[in-house]
T-cell receptor
Framework: AQSVTQLGSHVSVSEGALVLLRCNYSSSVPPYLFWYVQYPNQGLQLLLKYTTGATLVKGINGFEAEFKKSETSFHLTKPSAHMSDAAEYFCAVSDPGGSNYKLTFGKGTLLTVNP | KAGVTQTPRYLIKTRGQQVTLSCSPISGHRSVSWYQQTPGQGLQFLFEYFSETQRNKGNFPGRFSGRQFSNSRSEMNVSTLELGDSALYLC????????????FGPGTRLTVT
């Protein structure tokens, strides 16, 4: 079974600082990778995804992530944090060798942005 | 295009009762997946439907069931509710094709007392 590990259940940064949220997956076959964001009392919104091709993926709201197969990682970054980025972030994988419609999620990282 | 809609948004039920949640996918999406979100277990996959057929199922007891209608709308049912069923239930829809992302609805917050 696949698993996703998000290091740090809570990350706190200052406004304007770099945001780095870590995600590692376990899979013998490179999966499809996703980052979602969840604001309080809302569903999940897709930030970006990696399927194939370029390993540096750009998403919405200035976020990007890099797929590193050798490290089985898909860390999410943003150069400069904004107050509106405060939310919970989830890394997810789906197995291209199996079902494309069953996502396995990490436990989530709560991002706090301090003024 | 309208997003994924879920009804009701909030629900309070008593142990032992049953509940039905509804999900309307984005127009043209034929795949609907359901997830349970709790503080302890996080986000867990329940099941996925495509063209009225259940294609995938997560590791949940048989009290959790679902169905999909010909217009792709989906319902999930939980019978004999337990306190531990209190959660946010999220529905997601996607189009066909590999690597397509899932679009999530706002969820139904179920509280079992």
């Amino acid at each position: 079974a696949q698993s996703v590990t998000q290091l740090g259940s809570h990350v706190s940064v200052s406004e304007g600082a770099l945001v780095l949220l870590r995600c590692n997956y376990s899979s013998s076959v490179p999966p499809y990778l996703f980052w979602y964001v969840q604001y309080p009392n809302q569903g999940l919104q897709l930030l970006l995804k990696y399927t194939t091709g370029a390993t540096l993926v750009k998403g919405i709201n200035g976020f990007e992530a890099e797929f590193k197969k050798s490290e089985t990682s898909f860390h999410l970054t943003k150069p400069s944090a904004h107050m509106s980025d405060a939310a919970e972030y989830f890394c997810a994988v789906s197995d291209p060798g199996g079902s494309n419609y069953k996502l396995t999620f990490g436990k989530g990282t709560l991002l706090t942005v301090n003024p | 295009k309208a997003g994924v809609t879920q009804t009701p948004r909030y629900l309070i039920k008593t142990r032992g009762q049953q509940v039905t949640l509804s999900c309307s996918p984005i127009s043209g999406h034929r795949s609907v997946s359901w997830y349970q979100q709790t503080p302890g277990q996080g986000l867990q996959f329940l099941f996925e439907y495509f063209s009225e057929t259940q294609r995938n199922k997560g590791n949940f007891p048989g009290r959790f069931s679902g169905r999909q209608f010909s217009n792709s709308r989906s319902e999930m049912n939980v019978s004999t509710l337990e306190l531990g069923d209190s959660a946010l239930y999220l529905c997601a829809s996607s189009s066909t094709g590999t690597g397509t992302e899932q679009y999530f609805g706002p969820g139904t917050r179920l509280t079992v007392t």
